[in-house]
């Protein structure tokens, strides 16, 4: 059975730092193009990174640019998510996506998702 964990979500401040973990099972690890997505009460989830499942490519919604870093651990079955200088607009539920081969903007895409993690920025 193909599962997603995430964790590492949690209040902070404005200009904060976090990092989100995504564990994943090793038989869709391999093929499988990661993604974070983020949902904000009453609002559709949208798309926040990707990182290809060569780890080769990379991309970045404009709102997270040069503050957000996405990188996967193939040994260890793990994405990640390195939140820089948050902001209140970040807040929301981050989910971790799974899509075969090549990576998608479109949470409606994905394969498989995690049951989320919480990411609350304010002071």
């Known amino acids: 059975q193909v599962q997603l964990v995430e964790s590492g979500g949690g209040l902070v401040q404005p200009g904060g730092s976090l990092r989100l973990s995504c564990a994943t099972s090793q038989s869709i690890f391999d093929i499988y193009s990661m993604g974070w997505f983020r949902q904000a009460p009453g609002k559709e989830r949208e798309f926040v990174a990707f990182?290809?499942?060569?780890?080769?490519?990379?991309n970045y919604a404009d709102s997270v640019k040069d503050r957000f870093t996405i990188s996967r651990d193939n040994d260890k079955n793990m994405v990640y998510l390195q939140m820089n200088s948050l902001k209140p607009e970040d807040t929301g539920v981050y989910f971790c996506g799974a899509k075969y081969f090549r990576p998608s903007y479109d949470p409606g895409e994905y394969d498989y998702w995690g049951q989320g993690t919480q990411v609350t920025v304010s002071s």
């Open positions: 990182i290809d499942w060569r780890a080769i490519n990379t």
